[in-house]
């Protein structure tokens, strides 16, 4: 089969180390024929994966951003930090239908603010695609690439969630809401109350008002707009709650003598809460599509965020 796709992957940045995105990237090579990979970080680490020398390209750039730098200060003061260079070939590689990184969040929206930008300079956003108990799926934006935005980001939010539903799963007229701490207009903090009038009026926008974070995954709107401090609890919320979940289960078989039951149960959790396949959010607003693996994603996340990118090219849903 031609090679029709080009993928950039950041081998750099996660917790478990490079050892476990390049892992992932010879799962990509087994599985999508189609998918070549330009892989950025340590040439001596990823030569010694022994990949497919045909279907791969390395790009040399062994530094990082730990913790304690400044994303944007390190931009000026690392020229070889990876996910800066993987986002600069990206933009170059015309073939390239996106870029998949696990590293540090705000080091990835720099890159992507440097190279990456849309034509409308809107202020990129970090997406998350939760399933909703309505069989459905919920857009959250913004999971923690913008702390502290302001209530016309927030709109700006509202529109790259509602534009994302309607291409990728075809919803013709997206229902927005809007996180706050009770359902009523008068509640939230003075971001909630000053972003509401403004969603409520705003053309293009189907707002159908707050949302308290427990109904997140009930299914009562497709986008749900939260500032990125608030919308990456509700994430990793949702992640824990889910975990406990299983694992209280389990415990419970094996105490009753269920267990098989519960096994059945637990599984059934484990692929709808699939963490391995929901650990990729998507940067939404970039000129080519940006996923960011969590940082503790092994190589199945990498391989599943490649099988995202190449659904969209296909027109599939996103986890579909």
Same mark, same amino acid.
């Given at each position: 089969?031609?090679?029709?796709?080009?993928?950039?992957?950041?081998?750099?940045?996660? /917790?478990?180390?490079?050892?476990?995105?390049?892992?992932? &990237?010879?799962?990509?090579? /087994?599985?999508?024929?189609?998918?070549?990979?330009?892989?950025?970080?340590?040439?001596?680490?990823?030569?010694?994966?022994?990949?497919?020398?045909?279907?791969?390209?390395?790009?040399?750039?062994?530094?990082?951003? !730990?913790?304690?730098?400044?994303?944007? *200060?390190?931009?000026?003061?690392?020229?070889?930090?990876?996910?800066?260079?993987?986002?600069?070939?990206?933009?170059?590689?015309?073939?390239?239908?996106?870029?998949?990184? &696990?590293?540090?969040?705000?080091?990835?929206?720099?890159?992507?603010?440097?190279?990456?930008?849309?034509?409308?300079?809107?202020?990129?956003?970090?997406?998350?695609?939760?399933?909703?108990?309505?069989?459905?799926?919920?857009?959250?934006?913004?999971?923690?690439?913008?702390?502290?935005?302001?209530? !016309?980001?927030?709109?700006?939010?509202?529109?790259?969630?509602?534009?994302?539903?309607?291409?990728?799963?075809?919803?013709?007229?997206?229902?927005?809401?809007?996180?706050?701490?009770?359902?009523?207009?008068?509640?939230?903090?003075?971001?909630?109350?000053? !972003?509401?009038?403004?969603?409520?009026?705003?053309?293009?926008?189907?707002?159908?008002?707050?949302?308290?974070?427990?109904?997140?995954?009930?299914?009562?709107? /497709?986008?749900?707009? &939260?500032?990125?401090?608030?919308?990456?609890?509700?994430?990793?919320?949702?992640?824990?709650?889910?975990?406990?979940?299983?694992? *209280?289960?389990?415990?419970?078989?094996?105490?009753?003598?269920? *267990?098989?039951?519960?096994?059945?149960?637990?599984?059934?959790?484990?692929?709808?809460?699939?963490? *391995?396949?929901?650990?990729?959010?998507?940067m939404l607003g970039a000129k080519k599509y940006v996923l960011k693996c969590r940082g503790?994603?092994?190589?199945?996340?990498?391989?599943?965020?490649?099988?995202?990118?190449?659904?969209?090219?296909?027109?599939? !849903?996103?986890?579909?």
């Amino acid at each position: 089969m031609e090679n029709k796709y080009n993928v950039v992957i950041d081998t750099l940045g996660s /917790d478990k180390g490079p050892e476990a995105i390049l892992e992932g &990237a010879r799962l990509v090579l /087994d599985e999508f024929k189609e998918v070549n990979l330009t892989l950025v970080g340590d040439e001596n680490v990823i030569k010694a994966a022994n990949l497919p020398s045909e279907r791969i390209k390395i790009i040399h750039s062994p530094e990082t951003i !730990t913790n304690y730098d400044n994303p944007l *200060e390190a931009f000026y003061k690392k020229p070889n930090v990876s996910v800066f260079k993987a986002c600069e070939e990206c933009a170059k590689d015309e073939k390239a239908i996106g870029i998949i990184a &696990a590293g540090n969040t705000g080091a990835l929206l720099v890159g992507v603010l440097r190279y990456l930008l849309n034509e409308k300079r809107t202020r990129p956003a970090l997406a998350a695609i939760i399933p909703n108990i309505q069989r459905g799926y919920t857009c959250l934006v913004d999971t923690g690439a913008s702390i502290d935005a302001g209530p !016309t980001q927030l709109v700006e939010f509202a529109h790259l969630g509602t534009d994302f539903m309607k291409k990728l799963y075809k919803i013709e007229n997206p229902r927005v809401g809007l996180l706050s701490n009770g359902s009523e207009p008068t509640k939230g903090n003075h971001l909630v109350k000053e !972003t509401y009038p403004l969603l409520a009026k705003e053309e293009g926008i189907n707002f159908v008002g707050n949302i308290e974070g427990s109904r997140a995954l009930a299914g009562d709107c /497709d986008v749900l707009v &939260a500032e990125g401090f608030a919308g990456n609890q509700v994430l990793k919320n949702t992640e824990g709650t889910a975990i406990t979940l299983i694992t *209280e289960i389990m415990k419970f078989g094996k105490k009753s003598g269920n *267990e098989d039951m519960c096994k059945m149960i637990a599984g059934y959790l484990m692929k709808t809460y699939d963490f *391995e396949s929901l650990g990729a959010g998507i940067m939404l607003g970039a000129k080519k599509y940006v996923l960011k693996c969590r940082g503790s994603s092994g190589p199945v996340a990498i391989k599943n965020a490649v099988k995202i990118l190449v659904n969209i090219m296909n027109d599939k !849903t996103f986890y579909e």
